[in-house]
């Protein structure tokens, strides 16, 4: 079973931009879509985007415009490029193929504040 490290996160002001990286054990290639999910505290579980390994990609309104999700097979990593970063932005973000999937990385904590 594929397992996911997530990086980048850190603590920023609003407008400013941060890229997240998500690394995967296994080969992702044949993974058919991959997405970035965060948990605010007190909040469920949101998908922020997801790409497929044919490039689609789609985004929580929320995020439309500012947020740019990529994967690079050959390095079994998918990407969070997040600008214009929000206060409402800040969560524990997380990567994986699903979300009912059983084994969850730590996350990345971002938190966006002046």
């Known amino acids: 079973q594929v397992q996911f490290v997530e990086s980048g996160g850190g603590l920023v002001q609003p407008g400013e931009s941060l890229t997240l990286s998500c690394q995967a054990s296994g080969n992702i290639f044949n993974i058919y879509a991959l997405a970035w999910y965060r948990q605010a505290p007190g909040n469920q579980l949101e998908r922020v985007a997801v790409?497929?390994?044919?490039?689609?990609?789609n985004y929580a309104d929320s995020v439309k415009g500012r947020f740019t999700i990529s994967r690079e097979d050959a390095k079994n990593t998918v990407y969070l490029q997040m600008n214009s970063l929000e206060s409402d932005d800040t969560a524990v973000y997380y990567c994986?193929?699903?979300?009912?999937?059983?084994?969850w990385g730590q996350g990345t904590q971002v938190t966006v504040t002046s």
């Open positions: 790409v497929t390994n044919g490039g689609t990609t």
């Open positions: 994986n193929y699903n979300p009912a999937a059983t084994t």
